[in-house]
């Protein structure tokens, strides 16, 4: 007699295996418009959301804010607001000498992740609001730290976490781009291994609840609940 062998991997359910990865980067501006949708989208969908970061200005790329720069970013920010209703503090464009570097903040959402991914988007979002709506400083570690001790984190967990996600997050950069992101913000919708476009840019939730109601439709998914099997826990049948 031969002794069966089971395979190691468990079997996931197709309606808990599915999930929104959203791309961004705290420090993109049309990702700051895009918060309020990503989280009504979770909401009223039931997916949980997975943050990833895409890198804006990060790192070797960062841009000092020049004239140029600035004025840009003034005008842009402000038609923003107008389109999104998001608030849009202008503090960061009256800093001298500043370098828009946004490596730091992609590291510290990481870090957050690997702390706890359940935690990564309101930490997202409170760094979008720390840098637009108040004009802190999120290029500086102790600003990403403080802000991390004010979403909840241990700020020692925090601070050994970020020194440590450094690779991590290039590694969101070049997974991203092989995904064929190359745009903030986008939304995808994973199932199991395949992964669907659901946004790419700012999108209103009007526009684009019923776009995801139509494709959760098309591909919903058995309702276990109403599953017709003999039960081998009880042995009713």
């Known amino acids: 007699m031969t002794t069966a062998k089971f395979p190691s991997t468990p079997i996931v359910d197709m309606a808990v295996d599915r999930e ?3 791309v961004g980067d705290p420090m993109c501006s049309w990702c700051h418009g895009f ?8 909401t009223e969908f039931g997916l949980p959301v997975q943050v990833r970061v895409g890198g804006l200005r990060a790192f070797e790329n960062a841009e000092p804010l020049g004239e140029r720069l600035k004025a840009f970013l003034s005008a842009e920010w402000a038609k923003i607001g107008d389109v999104t ?22 590291q510290a959402v990481v870090a957050a992740r690997n702390l706890n991914e359940t935690s990564a988007l309101n930490y997202f979002t409170a760094l979008q609001h720390a840098f637009y709506a108040e004009g802190r400083d999120i290029t500086q570690r102790e600003t990403l730290v403080d802000v991390a001790e004010e979403s909840g984190f241990d700020r020692g967990e ?4 970020f020194d440590s996600a450094h690779d991590d997050t290039l590694r969101d950069f070049a997974e991203t781009r092989s995904w064929g992101v190359t745009g903030y913000p986008t939304l995808l919708i994973r199932t199991g291994d395949e992964l669907v476009r659901a946004a790419a840019g ?4 009007e526009n684009l609840q019923p776009q995801l109601a139509a494709w959760f439709e ?7 609940g109403s599953a017709m099997m003999c039960d081998v826990e009880t042995g009713l049948c």
């Open 20 to 22: 929104f990865i959203y």
């Open 35 to 42: 918060a309020p949708v990503v989280k009504k989208a979770a």
């Open 85 to 106: 209703g998001q608030p849009f503090s202008t503090v960061a464009l009256e800093r001298e000498g500043w370098v828009y570097d946004t490596g730091p903040a992609d």
């Open 158 to 161: 925090f601070e050994t976490a």
């Open 202 to 205: 700012y999108v209103s939730f």
């Open 218 to 224: 098309t591909h919903a998914v058995a309702d276990e």
